[in-house]
Nanobody, 123 residues
Framework: VQLQASGGGLVQAGGSLRLSCAAS????????MGWFRQAPGKEREFVAA????????LYADSVKGRFTISRDNTRNTVYLQINSLKPEDTAVYYC?????????????????WGQGTQVTVSS
C-alpha cells in the first residue's frame, strides 16, 4: 500500500487546514487509517484513526473537538480537518494504514506510512 499525504502549509493561529491521504495499491489489506504527528524534538504521537468500513473513529484527547477525521471510500482517501489551529499543532503530519482489526492508537499497529506533510502555525 502506498500512502500520499498532502494539504499541509503555513497558517495563522485560529485558522484551518484539511489534510488528505490518498491510498493506492493493495488497499484491501487496510482496515483502518490514522494520522500521527511529530513536532521538532518530540516523539511521533497519535492524532486520530478511522475504520475504513464502519466509520468508527478514535481521537487523541489533545485534539478532540478541533480535529475531525473522515474518509471517502470511493477515492480511497482519508482526511483530517483541523480547526482553531494553535502554534503547538506545528508538526509533520503522517498518515498511516493498519491491517489489524479494531481501531488502535498504537504506532506499531500501523504497517504502512505516508511521507508526511508539514503544518506550521504562526502565532
Amino acid at each position: 500500500v502506498q500512502l500520499q499525504a498532502s494539504g499541509g502549509g503555513l497558517v495563522q493561529a485560529g485558522g484551518s487546514l484539511r489534510l488528505s491521504c490518498a491510498a493506492s495499491g493493495r488497499t484491501f489489506n487496510i482496515y483502518f487509517m490514522g494520522w500521527f504527528r511529530q513536532a521538532p524534538g518530540k516523539e511521533r504521537e497519535f492524532v486520530a484513526a478511522m475504520d475504513w468500513s464502519a466509520g468508527g473513529t478514535l481521537y487523541a484527547d489533545s485534539v478532540k473537538g478541533r480535529f475531525t477525521i473522515s474518509r471517502d471510500n470511493t477515492r480511497n482517501t482519508v482526511y483530517l480537518q483541523i480547526n482553531s489551529l494553535k502554534p503547538e499543532d506545528t508538526a509533520v503530519y503522517y498518515c498511516a494504514g493498519s491491517n489489524k482489526f479494531g481501531l488502535s492508537n498504537t504506532r506499531s499497529d500501523f504497517s504502512s506510512w505516508g511521507q508526511g506533510t508539514q503544518v506550521t502555525v504562526s502565532s
